[in-house]
């Protein structure tokens, strides 16, 4: 209890002094200021304003430096990948040749869309699960085409174009992709990108829709791709049942925030062999194939609908999608730039750090803010993420890594010297080497941290870096114990 009356004493008696302090420290400044003033007064103009001048200048830059040190530089927004322009996809290929991104994969999709529009036909794509009957609808539509129809699901494994013209004569495309949900890897992928690529997406499907067909035509609709919902093998069921599920589909698709016409969601048959099983006369049964007549007049009416309508829309639509393709390739491409470009700093960092832990007289924990490797690392990945951190930001990612370090460094000692173990002919090596080994492990594992926060966040968040770094600090210790381990040898080897 006396303990507690001394305390609550002892802090109003250093509130008092801190009172007395200051008051006599604004009456000192005023004073100074107000004898300042009327000597200044008192004296030539050309002096009163040079004075004044000087302490608005000095006022300025104090503020300019404050700002600089505590409000954040200005990101550049993101790009928005909806809509671009031609001027605006190329500008970001220039942007990125220019510092190395290798673009070859964005630049084949502008020239393929080149080509494309070149041609002038139009581009219609059926797309949809495997089995669903697409080749049969292809087939249907151009009997002369050698369209591959196998009654076993996935007969098409590439994409493949059949030419076809209408009653109006205009010349149509009808591309036939693999089926999606197969069990080849990439088919999805190809099927779909040449979908986007398509002026119409004929989207086939033989009954409700699955949660995977519902994903598809949601990325479809995201590229502002026209759909045709059709519903094929339309003869397995009857009037009222294709009726029901016809509104289905519709109420699917509005569901999904879509906006496709009611006479553009059909009920097909695309016709084609069936096997059917027959008890034959000796009482036994057999396998035989029978022709199903084709029914697909509701689906030329729609496609002829939809080409009726002003085809300019139709070309600036695939023309955006092609574009927003481009930038997703162009991201990508970045993205494994930043990647590789990320590596090279890191291990040069790396490098570093295990020089300077060797020639170290008494190396310490503070080996990351002491010098200007942690510093230059941090700034040099930034940049590489096109972030721009306030340069508390990085002390401060720096300070609270340098405090993981203590309780990191025994950990980094054991895997160092069990990394230098591996190495025939070493033996058991302690000291220096592997003091430069652990270190060298902290800064890897430091800027593989950094880089997942700036993949993720898009800046440097000092709290979220280093949280990432004491998460993972033994997976990288691990995986990059050999490769640092050699590094130091071969630094001592020089």
Request: aromatic content about 4%.
């Amino acid at each position: 209890m006396k303990l507690d009356r001394f305390i609550r004493v002892a802090l109003a008696a250093v509130i008092a002094l801190g009172f007395i302090i200051a008051t006599g420290a604004l009456l000192f400044i005023s004073e100074s200021a107000l004898n300042v003033w009327d000597r200044l007064r008192a004296g030539p103009p050309a002096i009163l304003y040079a004075y004044v001048a000087l302490m608005a200048l000095l006022a300025v830059a104090a503020v300019w430096l404050a700002f600089k040190l505590l409000v954040k530089k200005k990101v550049a927004p993101e790009r928005k990948s909806t809509p671009l322009s031609k001027s605006d996809i190329k500008q970001r290929l220039r942007e990125a040749e220019a510092v190395g991104v290798d673009t070859s994969d964005a630049q084949a999709e502008l020239q393929g869309l080149a080509a494309r529009q070149a041609s002038g036909a139009i581009h219609l794509c059926f797309f949809g699960e495997i089995s669903a009957g697409k080749s049969s609808l292809i087939k249907a539509l151009v009997p002369k085409a050698d369209v591959v129809v196998d009654v076993v699901g996935g007969s098409t494994d590439d994409v493949r174009h059949y030419r076809w013209r209408n009653d109006t004569g205009t010349e149509i495309l009808l591309t036939d992709v693999p089926g999606t949900g197969g069990h080849e890897d990439g088919l999805d992928d190809i099927a779909t990108e040449e979908a986007k690529r398509a002026h119409l997406v004929l989207f086939v499907c033989d009954s409700d829709l699955t949660r995977a067909e519902l994903n598809a035509i949601k990325l479809l609709l995201a590229f502002d791709k026209p759909i045709i919902l059709v519903l094929n093998k339309a003869d397995r069921y009857t009037a009222d049942e294709q009726a029901t599920l016809l509104q289905q589909l519709l109420q699917r698709i509005d569901a999904l925030g879509g906006d496709i016409h009611r006479d553009h969601v059909v009920a097909v048959s695309a016709g084609g062999e069936t096997e059917i099983v027959e008890r034959l006369a000796d009482g036994s049964e057999g396998i035989t194939r029978r022709e199903r007549a084709a029914d697909i007049g509701v689906l030329v009416v729609a496609i002829n609908r939809l080409l009726d309508e002003d085809t300019k829309p139709l070309d600036v639509r695939r023309e955006r999608a092609v574009f927003q393709i481009a930038a997703e390739k162009l991201e990508a491409a970045e993205g494994e730039y930043r990647l590789q470009r990320s590596e090279q700093i890191i291990r040069s960092a790396t490098r570093k750090a295990v020089v300077g832990a060797m020639a170290a007289v008494s190396p310490g924990t503070d080996i990351l803010v002491q010098g200007y490797i942690g510093t230059t690392m941090t700034q040099e990945l930034c940049r590489v993420y096109g972030a721009a951190p306030r340069d508390l930001d990085v002390e401060e990612f720096l300070s609270m890594g340098q405090s993981r370090v203590g309780r990191a460094l025994p950990l980094s000692m054991a895997v160092a010297g069990n990394g230098l173990k591996a190495f025939p002919g070493l033996g058991t090596v302690v000291g220096g080497l592997a003091h430069a080994v652990a270190y060298g492990l902290i800064f890897d594992a430091l800027g593989r941290s950094l880089v997942l926060t700036l993949a993720r966040h898009g800046e440097l968040v000092p709290k979220m870096a280093v949280k990432e770094f004491e998460e993972g600090i033994s997976e990288h210790l691990e995986a990059s114990v050999r490769r640092v381990a050699k590094m130091a040898l071969d630094e001592k080897s020089d």
